[in-house]
C-alpha cells in the first residue's frame, strides 16, 4: 500500500510573526492595523510567489493548465488567490 503524505505542522511563518501580529493587534487600532497589514501583505506575496515557488505550484498549476488561462492572468489569481487567504489569517487573529 501507498503511505499518503500527511501535514508536518509546519508552515513558511514563523512564532516571530505570529507573536509581532498579537502584539500589532493589542495595541493599535484595528481599522487602521487592518488597513497597513493588507498594504505590506501585498508586498510580501510578490516576494513569496517569485522565491517560494514551492508553496505557490499548485495553485499556478491548476490555474495555468486546468484552466487554460495565460500566463499573466494564472500569476493574477495566484496572487489575489494568497492575499485572500492572507486576509483570512488576519481576521481570524483580530
Known amino acids: ?5 500527511q501535514w508536518k505542522g509546519r508552515t513558511h511563518g514563523g512564532s516571530f510573526g505570529q507573536k509581532a501580529l498579537f502584539f500589532l493587534f493589542r495595541n493599535i ?13 501585498g508586498v510580501v506575496i510578490i516576494f513569496y510567489l517569485i522565491f517560494s515557488r514551492k508553496g505557490s505550484k499548485s495553485i499556478w498549476f491548476y490555474y495555468r493548465v486546468i484552466q487554460r488561462k495565460s500566463i499573466l492572468e494564472s500569476l493574477l489569481r495566484a496572487y489575489k488567490n494568497h492575499f485572500i487567504y492572507g486576509q483570512n489569517l488576519f481576521d481570524k487573529f483580530a
Do not use: F, H
Not at 1 to 5: A, C, L, Y
Open 1 to 5: 500500500m501507498n503511505k499518503q503524505r
Open 29 to 41: 487600532r484595528l481599522s487602521l492595523l487592518n488597513a497597513v497589514l493588507y498594504l505590506v501583505l
